[in-house]
């Protein structure tokens, strides 16, 4: 496929582009953006878009997808808990933090694992249900966008790894699927993960919570 023929099929699946799509997207970018401020919002209103995209997800057979915004919605509600807890002193109980090595640990083996379970069952989906799902690369950005959801909910730093592995790895998939706008929206997306990365390492070291990662790495 050359540069012109690309070129082309963007513009057509722009024109395809539906409203719910566009709705999903700009609550989408919300959600993002309130998430590197630390902003409560990021919650309710990613679940407007995280809901949507159950349904554009399964549409596409993008069955990993689907599920990947299913436990970002069951995640957000979670999140929320979290993030809106208070000591007796009315401080909020969870901060941003960096992981240490235990931690890290425990992220790449729930990722492997996730990894393994969604490439499995989408490989078994796509020789008998679903021909057009792509299992390694569905596998991929879902695993990593669990990982990053769960430890966006725990406020730390390293989620924002994730969420970069993430939006790279959709942008070429969305695309080859037709949801050409869906493709661009996680290309913001990834801007806007590198920034939230800068910003949360910014936080963690602000508040001191950047010192145990250091220490436990030295």
Known sequence: MNIDEIYRQFIHG?????????????????????SRLENILVYPVGLVSTIIYVY???????????????????????????????????????????????EWTAHLVFFMVIYVAILVSLAFMKRYFTPGAIPWAD???????????????KKKVESWWWWIATDAASVPLYYVKGLVF????????????????VEWQRRARATGNGATFAVENT
């Open 14 to 34: 722009m024109k395809q582009t539906t409203m719910l799509e566009y709705i999903a997207v700009t609550f989408g970018i919300l959600s993002v953006w309130f």
């Open 182 to 197: 869906t493709s661009v929206y996680y290309v913001v997306l990834l801007v806007l993960a590198v920034f939230g990365l």
């Open 139 to 153: 596998a991929f950005a879902s695993a990593t966008a669990y990982t990053g959801m769960w430890l966006m909910a």
């Open 56 to 102: 554009l997800s399964i549409r596409g057979s993008l069955l990993g997808e689907a599920s990947v915004n299913l436990f970002y919605t069951i995640m957000s509600i979670y999140g929320w808990y979290l993030w809106t807890r208070k000591d007796r002193l009315r401080h909020p109980v969870l901060h941003i933090s960096f992981s240490g090595k235990k």
